[in-house]
């Protein structure tokens, strides 16, 4: 493997032909990696593969006593017949390596002939702070026509005009040239800590979209003990910054 690339190792074979796949890589608030957590809990998911990379941080995320690939796949189908993917993972990519793992995941998504893509995202709001109650607002965009139009006719309102950055940013455009249906949602999200409210925001659209029952109310309810649990956690993640500069990022459930 060279240094570059990124690999996905399947644990074990599973039948995801039309399944809804999330992508949960850390960005603002940490959005992404708390709902892709509380969705692997909440449906059930088990885990089927992992990402490797030599650039990837050389740890072990130790969960219940099981070791852990920095990232990792999980996969089920629900009673109602849906399948569901999840990709997770509590370390921010490297910059270089964005590209390598969104391709990897698009081979993936096709190779398995999966319907759609969503990543949720954290969005930078002015003048959100801690102390502000209201609710957050969640907005999505579709790499085509087809899943716009899902978008709209499930009244869920549309980003126009931005900036998406990282993962999901380069998932889109790769959808869009492939004519495969990726969805980023964003979340209003606090920049300086861990947002679980923003992340019940965007689970909240994902069951819209998938028609599925999802209970984010345990999400709000202890998401002030989930935020100073994953503060908690960087700190003590601290002396594990790479040579980079790079701090892990923590696990919601660790």
Same mark, same amino acid.
């Given at each position: 493997?060279?240094?570059?690339? %990124?690999?996905?190792?399947?644990?074990?074979?599973?039948?995801?032909?039309?399944?809804?796949?999330?992508?949960?890589?850390?960005?603002?608030?940490?959005? $992404?990696?708390?709902?892709?957590?509380?969705?692997?809990?909440?449906? /059930?998911?088990? &885990?089927? !593969?992992?990402?490797?990379? $030599?650039?990837?941080?050389?740890? $072990?995320?130790?969960?219940?006593?099981?070791?852990?690939?920095? %990232?990792?796949?999980?996969?089920?189908?629900?009673?109602?017949?849906?399948?569901?993917?999840?990709?997770?993972?509590?370390?921010?990519?490297?910059?270089?390596?964005? /590209?390598?793992?969104?391709?990897?995941?698009?081979?993936?998504?096709?190779? /398995?002939?999966?319907?759609?893509?969503?990543?949720?995202?954290?969005?930078?709001?002015?003048?959100?702070?801690?102390?502000?109650? !209201?609710?957050?607002?969640? +907005?999505?965009?579709?790499?085509?026509?087809? %899943?716009?139009?899902?978008?709209?006719?499930?009244?869920?309102?549309?980003?126009?005009?931005?900036?998406?950055?990282?993962?999901?940013?380069?998932?889109?455009?790769? !959808?869009? &040239?492939?004519?495969?249906?990726?969805?980023?949602?964003?979340?209003?999200?606090?920049?300086?800590?861990?947002?679980?409210?923003?992340?019940?925001?965007?689970?909240?659209?994902?069951?819209?979209?998938?028609?599925?029952?999802?209970?984010?109310?345990?999400? +709000?309810?202890?998401?002030?003990?989930?935020?100073? &649990?994953?503060?908690?956690?960087?700190?003590?993640?601290?002396?594990?910054?790479?040579?980079?500069?790079? %701090?892990?990022?923590?696990?919601?459930?660790?």
């Amino acid at each position: 493997m060279q240094d570059d690339i %990124v690999e996905i190792v399947n644990f074990e074979d599973i039948d995801l032909k039309g399944a809804t796949v999330i992508a949960g890589f850390p960005s603002i608030g940490l959005v $992404s990696t708390i709902a892709a957590n509380y969705l692997i809990d909440a449906l /059930n998911l088990r &885990q089927i !593969g992992a990402l490797n990379s $030599s650039h990837f941080p050389a740890l $072990s995320v130790v969960h219940t006593g099981e070791p852990l690939s920095p %990232v990792r796949i999980y996969a089920g189908v629900q009673s109602s017949g849906e399948k569901i993917a999840v990709f997770v993972s509590e370390f921010k990519p490297k910059p270089h390596l964005i /590209n390598s793992i969104s391709n990897a995941i698009m081979k993936w998504v096709t190779e /398995n002939e999966c319907k759609t893509l969503i990543s949720p995202e954290g969005m930078v709001v002015e003048g959100k702070d801690e102390k502000n109650e !209201g609710a957050t607002s969640a +907005y999505a965009i579709g790499s085509t026509s087809d %899943v716009r139009n899902i978008l709209a006719m499930k009244n869920i309102a549309q980003f126009k005009n931005g900036i998406i950055a990282g993962v999901s940013g380069v998932l889109l455009n790769k !959808g869009k &040239q492939s004519d495969f249906g990726v969805i980023s949602i964003l979340t209003e999200a606090h920049p300086n800590y861990p947002d679980a409210k923003a992340a019940a925001a965007a689970i909240n659209i994902i069951a819209l979209i998938t028609d599925l029952e999802i209970n984010v109310v345990p999400l +709000y309810e202890e998401s002030e003990r989930i935020e100073r &649990q994953l503060q908690k956690f960087h700190k003590q993640a601290k002396p594990m910054v790479s040579s980079t500069g790079q %701090v892990p990022q923590p696990n919601m459930y660790g």
